[in-house]
């Protein structure tokens, strides 16, 4: 029978996946020099069973190299090999390449041979390095003489039964093999009375006829060599020569190792591209929740439309209590939606202990990275993108922030640095913290760079909390030497528009000489938000309550009219730049003519105020987010729309984006 | 019918022998590790053991040793899937009362012909 071994390739890719995961955990886990012996078998445990499977699945190339990352560990693991930093990190690096193997398996792509073929040479120097036994065994040719037959003498231990083996089957076994003659000895027999029915007594004197290797022979009773006494005599032309008296050595099974992963996969070679669906993994409990949740609904529903259908105003109570219980789980069911949604930030975090471990000694620090509320729900978009900002914030902390461990001695410190990352959820938002305790900001230091770039005017005064903001502007990179971890200027600004684009924040605190803190705030989802639904002429706009600071009246005496840039106006002891929401769209009947009959929404984008003319305020309100981009193309000033209680649609403001216009205006 | 125990901590290993053993015609009950295939051999009886031996909780040869000291396991076939060449796992297992071993990599019809070998 064939069996169709891919109909097993995808629970071997995940288990595998989730294999490399524990050999990475594990490896930065390990103790150098005095590594605990169950946690190398952990690990070696995971390399084994991926090159069992890729060996058994058909995966050559991956079986070949993890063969060699396997000695490397049995090795470790015997205690015959110490546990160095080099051999770690070599296998953390031989973790990374086997993942790219296995992507390319699954995407039925080429992997990058010379990479894998680089890092088998490394894994073998260190083999080689110290004499360790890393040598691959060539399959044993074995002897195979051709004869006409064999005469064989096949004695079993008493005890040869008690493991399973059955002598009857090894000589079924012969038989198949050619003609046979089987003589059975009888002589060890003992009395009824001493005989135990658990122990083999018997021998047996077999001549096999045919042209059989020694070796075939020798397989037959592979299982059997140390529980018997066997004796292999050739037989040639009948004639038995009493010479070559083969007692059965150990010709011990050697796996066939093929030459090198190198072309391994090409072979594979294929146009056929994986179309990964993403998809999302949901606990039963948040789709049960949603299932309850609809259920009620469709109760409400039902009361609500038995009352519909014969409606008396006696019946107004029940009829509004129906409607608040609508709303009610209208608004539950909602919130159940969004979670299926949620996934722990964890999933964001997760590359950060490898990505300190090896940068921390690539620049040669000592770094503890502790993480904290690994647990905290956030929508997947967000997670998705808000991983290269905090990848950014981190390498940050790692390379300005934490200083090298002398320094750290010298200004009294601990020697070993600590990162810590924090997640927690506060008031309708997720706050991620990125800690550390290195040097933090020189103050001075960013004021001189920022005048000497002439982002700020010399002599201005600044607040420390603008002087630690300075950092986010673009081009802005006081680090004296640039390195390839960070420093080209082009990080933080960029991290904060992200971050920003997400609808979400970043701030900095920092003391000199005691380190910095980086908060970023982001919205639970990018499907729902906040607005302040106002109006202007007959057009509802929704701005997103997060932006506005406050809403005022405002008198004409507070209002600049400066040539060529606009009104403004004061407010307290700034000057406001003010938009018209009605220019800015081509409103022609808007109620509010001048100044005074509206209203000023003061909003802030980028920490720079701005006072937004509206006619009048509305509600506040839920929206949900509705693309433009897919339903329309995308309109300058608005991020997005959304559909109102009577049916009609209102677009929502995009601050930011609004803002920049109107300095281009 | 008879009845295999097949423990394998990978589950797609263990797919693989369960999926092959039952096509060509064998009962076969999967255990994740040593521990959870004695429970399993001890509530009820087995024709053929096929085990891994590197699992977590128990492993193989661990779980050979306990199961052959049972009474009516004394003579059951036990079989090790086994990725090392190297001797000493074999003999390990051989002294714990295993009755041969499988190499790993081996394909379907390796692992029915040795099983049906053992089973005669």
Same mark, same amino acid.
């Given at each position: 029978m064939s069996v169709d071994l891919e109909q097993f390739h995808q629970v071997f890719f995940e288990e595998s996946f989730e294999g490399l995961d524990i050999m990475e955990t594990g490896l930065m886990e390990l103790d150098l020099g005095a590594a605990n012996s169950e946690d190398i078998n952990t690990i070696f445990r995971a390399a084994h069973s991926i090159k069992g499977g890729s060996g058994t699945f058909g995966f050559q190339g991956i079986a070949n190299f993890t063969h060699v990352m396997e000695t490397l560990l049995d090795e470790m693991r015997d205690g015959r090999r110490q546990v160095t930093r080099e051999a770690v990190d070599s296998l953390l690096k031989s973790v990374d390449i086997l993942r790219m193997m296995l992507n390319c398996e699954q995407d039925k792509s080429n992997p990058d041979t010379d990479k894998i073929q680089q890092q088998m040479s490394e894994l073998e120097f260190i083999l080689g390095e110290s004499g360790g036994a890393a040598a691959i065994q060539a399959a044993s040719a074995g002897s195979s003489s051709e004869t006409t037959g064999w005469h064989i003498i096949f004695e079993p231990d008493a005890n040869m039964m008690l493991t399973g083996n059955d002598p009857l089957r090894i000589i079924r076994e012969l038989a198949e093999m050619g003609d046979i003659e089987v003589k059975t000895n009888q002589? =060890?027999?003992? @009395?009824f009375s001493e005989l135990?029915? +658990?122990n083999c007594y018997l021998s047996w004197d077999i001549t096999l006829r045919g042209n059989i290797t020694e070796d075939a022979i020798k397989d037959v009773f592979l299982w059997v060599e140390d529980e018997c006494k066997l004796t292999l005599t050739p037989i040639v032309d009948t004639s038995v020569q009493p010479a070559a008296e083969a007692t059965s050595a150990a010709p011990a099974v050697t796996e066939s190792v093929a030459p090198v992963a190198a072309t391994a996969s090409d072979s594979k070679k294929s146009t056929q591209s994986s179309s990964a669906t993403s998809s999302i993994r949901v606990g039963i409990d948040k789709i049960d929740d949603l299932i309850n949740m609809v259920g009620e609904l469709v109760i409400t529903q039902s009361m609500l439309s038995l009352l519909g259908e014969d409606f008396s105003m006696q019946n107004l109570e029940k009829l509004q209590d129906g409607l608040g219980q609508l709303e009610r789980h209208t608004r539950e069911l909602q919130e159940s939606v969004m979670m299926i949604r949620m996934l722990p930030i964890s999933f964001s975090f997760s590359r950060f202990p490898r990505l300190v471990r090896d940068m921390s000694s690539q620049m040669g620090k000592k770094i503890d990275l502790i993480m904290s509320g690994e647990n905290t729900e956030i929508d997947k978009t967000l997670i998705e993108k808000i991983g290269d900002p905090l990848v950014h914030l981190v390498r940050n902390s790692l390379d300005h922030g934490i200083e090298m461990p002398a320094d750290r001695i010298a200004a009294g410190k601990k020697e070993t640095g600590t990162i810590n990352l924090n997640a927690y959820h506060k008031g309708g938002n997720i706050v991620i913290e990125i800690t550390d305790d290195g040097k933090g900001i020189d103050q001075d230091a960013v004021l001189n760079k920022a005048i000497e770039k002439g982002l700020v005017p010399a002599g201005a005064k600044l607040t420390a909390q603008q002087i630690n903001d300075l950092?986010?502007?673009?081009?802005?990179s006081t680090a004296k030497k640039i390195t390839d971890v960070s420093g080209r200027g082009v990080g933080m600004d960029v991290v904060r528009k992200n971050i920003t684009s997400l609808g979400g924040a970043v701030e900095i605190q920092s003391e000199h000489g005691k380190g910095s803190t980086f908060t970023i705030r982001l919205p639970l989802t990018l499907a729902i938000l906040d607005g302040q639904s106002v109006i202007v002429g007959n057009e509802i706009y929704i701005i997103p309550?997060?932006?506005?600071v406050e809403s005022i009246q405002i008198k004409t005496s507070m209002i600049n009219k400066v040539a060529g840039k606009g009104e403004t106006f004061k407010l307290r002891d700034e000057y406001i730049p003010i938009v018209r929401l009605s220019r800015v769209f081509g409103i +022609?009947?808007? =109620? @509010? =003519?001048?100044? +005074?009959?509206g209203l000023l929404v003061v909003v802030e984008a980028d920490r720079k105020p701005c006072g937004l003319f509206v006619d009048d305020l509305l509600g506040q309100q839920q929206v949900v987010i509705k693309s433009l981009e897919q339903n329309y193309r995308r309109v300058d000033g608005v991020s997005g729309a959304t559909i109102l209680g009577d049916g009609s649609v209102a677009l929502i403001l995009d601050i930011p984006g609004l803002l920049r216009m109107s300095v281009r205006h | 019918m008879p009845k295999i125990l097949a423990v394998d901590d990978s589950s797609s290993m263990r797919q693989m022998v369960s999926f092959t053993l039952k096509g060509a015609g064998y009962d076969v009950v999967e255990a994740v590790d040593g521990q959870d295939a004695l429970t399993k051999a001890k509530s009820q009886q087995f024709d053929l053991i096929v085990t891994d031996v590197n699992m977590p909780v128990m492993d193989g040869i661990t779980f050979i040793r306990n199961l052959r000291a049972e009474a009516n396991y004394k003579f059951t076939p036990m079989l090790m899937l086994t990725?090392?060449?190297?001797?000493d796992k074999k003999s390990e297992g051989k002294a714990a009362g295993a009755t041969g071993w499988i190499v790993k990599p081996f394909n379907p019809d390796q692992l029915i012909n040795t099983i049906k070998k053992v089973l005669g």
């Open positions: 002589q =060890k027999l003992p @009395a135990s029915p +658990e950092i986010f502007q673009p081009g802005f309550l997060v932006s506005i +022609e009947n808007a =109620k @509010a =003519k001048t100044l +005074e009959d | 990725t090392e060449s190297a001797a």
